[in-house]
């Protein structure tokens, strides 16, 4: 599987139905709206496909089923059922679908989201509006991601020295704005206290094979994988790199396969601020000087994302609110202040690796900053 799955990979998956499940999935927001968990239960019963033919599907039938019977599998568990003490035959097919994928056995957000037919096919909890804007949302920032990813690795073998890792950079900002597009779009369209009390609980962990795997929550979504190239490889933070090492398995084996490489490599914040050490007084040569303009651009509009996602999780996790003390990913609303304050520090650390002292004798003034 290729660095997120190609536009025409995607669109065989949202059209593949290898369960013929559409029927029986189009009544499972009338059966959580009922609380049905017997319902639900005789729904995935039903879907259970033969191992024997299971094994023999493609990975695009394979995807498409787990997407499916993930369905199902949170929406018991969100009415209080674990899915497989209901319905244990299950777990040969969920291990063998997640063998076949080489992901986790249960559904991720790539399933719910990129891999979710859109129309009146789409795979839901509750039919509701406000459900489908927020896997629009987070739909769109795939292909960004993407691309940005790629970017991030070409910027990972460049010098600062080079013009291009200032071009490349600006492409990385470019992609990344997705992610500040998407933010907005659910700040507008997705009610905090909508996602807390009526989405959120279908997020829940399921346990298989006695090992708890969470939801396919937006937290799955690893812009982490951003930040390891461009600071986070070389400059560890206990919190985050816990939660960096819970999210992985969530992650397209292309992407796990991203994050060996460029771990225990050199950032592209250390890379800078070292060339820029080697630099005598003032003024940086002009392609050193756009590098660190380029990459400050980048770790400003990662802070805001940071900064508004946060702010929608104070809303969705607040005390009069919240049904659960973490997030959807695992992690506390601590956490993210904690990343927007790393973010914000290397923001921070590349303006000031641009502050030259001034040549003696020269003038003080605009003209000298």
Same mark, same amino acid.
């Given at each position: 599987?290729?660095?997120?799955?190609s536009?025409?990979?995607?669109?065989?998956?949202?059209?593949?139905?290898?369960?013929?499940?559409?029927?029986l999935?189009?009544?499972?927001?009338?059966?959580?709206?009922?609380?049905?968990?017997?319902?639900?239960?005789?729904?995935?019963?039903t879907?259970?496909?033969?191992?024997?033919?299971?094994?023999?599907?493609?990975?695009?039938?394979?995807?498409?089923?787990?997407?499916?019977?993930?369905?199902l599998?949170?929406?018991?568990?969100?009415?209080?059922?674990?899915?497989? !003490?209901? /319905? #244990?035959?299950? @777990?040969?097919? &969920?291990? =063998?679908l997640?063998?076949?994928?080489?992901?986790?056995p249960? %559904?991720?957000?790539?399933?719910?989201?990129?891999?979710?037919?859109?129309?009146p096919?789409?795979?839901?909890?509750t039919g509701?509006p406000?459900?489908?804007?927020?896997?629009?949302?987070?739909?769109?920032?795939?292909?960004?991601l993407?691309?940005a990813?790629?970017?991030?690795?070409?910027?990972?073998?460049?010098?600062?020295?080079?013009?291009a890792?200032?071009?490349?950079?600006?492409?990385?900002?470019?992609?990344?704005?997705?992610?500040?597009?998407?933010?907005?779009?659910?700040?507008?369209?997705?009610?905090?206290?909508?996602?807390?009390l009526?989405l959120r609980?279908?997020?829940e962990?399921?346990?298989?094979?006695?090992?708890?795997?969470?939801?396919?929550?937006? !937290?799955? /979504? #690893?812009?982490? @994988?951003?930040? &390891?190239? =461009?600071?986070?490889?070389?400059?560890?933070?206990?919190?985050? %790199?816990?939660?960096?090492?819970?999210s992985?398995?969530?992650?397209?084996?292309?992407?796990?396969?991203?994050?060996?490489?460029?771990?225990?490599?050199?950032?592209?914040?250390?890379?800078?601020?070292?060339a820029?050490?080697r630099?005598?007084?003032?003024?940086?040569p002009?392609?050193?000087t756009?590098?660190?303009?380029?990459?400050?651009r980048v770790?400003?509009?990662?802070?805001?994302?940071?900064?508004?996602?946060?702010?929608?999780?104070?809303k969705?996790y607040?005390e009069?609110?919240?049904?659960?003390?973490?997030g959807?990913?695992?992690?506390?609303?601590?956490?993210?202040?904690?990343?927007l304050?790393?973010?914000?520090?290397?923001?921070?650390?590349?303006?000031? !690796?641009? /502050?030259?002292?001034?040549?003696?004798?020269?003038?003080?003034?605009?003209?000298a900053?």
């Open positions: 599987m290729p660095l997120g799955d536009p025409r990979t995607t669109e065989d998956i949202r059209a593949a139905d290898p369960l013929g499940a559409d029927a999935l189009a009544a499972v927001p009338a059966m959580n709206a009922d609380a049905d968990t017997a319902a639900l239960a005789a729904a995935l019963r879907l259970l496909p033969d191992p024997g033919r299971a094994a023999r599907w493609s990975v695009t039938d394979a995807l498409a089923a787990m997407r499916d019977l993930g369905i599998l949170g929406s018991l568990k969100r009415h209080g059922v674990q899915p497989l !003490a209901a /319905v #244990p035959q299950a @777990l040969p097919v &969920l291990e =063998l997640g063998h076949r994928t080489d992901m986790i249960r %559904d991720t957000v790539h399933h719910y989201t990129t891999w979710n037919p859109p129309g096919r789409r795979r839901s909890y509701h406000t459900e489908a804007r927020l896997q629009e949302a987070v739909r769109m920032v795939f292909p960004g993407v691309a990813l790629d970017d991030c690795g070409r910027i990972a073998r460049l010098d600062p020295y080079d013009p890792f200032a071009t490349t950079l600006d492409r990385v900002g470019r992609h990344v704005r997705t992610m500040v597009d998407s933010i907005d779009l659910t700040v507008a369209h997705v009610p905090p206290e909508y996602f807390a009526t609980p279908y997020f962990e399921v346990d298989v094979a006695g090992r708890p795997y969470l939801g396919p929550a937006a !937290a799955q /979504v #690893p812009l982490w @994988l951003v930040d &390891l190239t =461009l600071w986070q490889c070389d400059r560890p933070d206990p919190a985050y %790199d816990a939660f960096l090492a819970e992985l398995p969530y992650a397209l084996p292309a992407w796990r396969a991203f994050h060996a490489r460029h771990r225990g490599g050199v950032s592209a914040v250390s890379r800078l601020s070292a820029v050490g630099e005598g007084a003032d003024p940086l002009p392609a050193l756009a590098s660190a303009q380029a990459l400050g770790l400003r509009l990662l802070k805001t994302f940071r900064a508004r996602h946060l702010g929608i999780a104070r969705a607040r009069d609110v919240r049904l659960y003390e973490e959807s990913g695992g992690a506390p609303v601590a956490l993210l202040r904690s990343i304050d790393l973010t914000r520090e290397n923001e921070t650390m590349v303006r000031r !690796a641009t /502050v030259r002292r001034r040549p003696a004798g020269a003038p003080v003034g605009p003209s900053a």
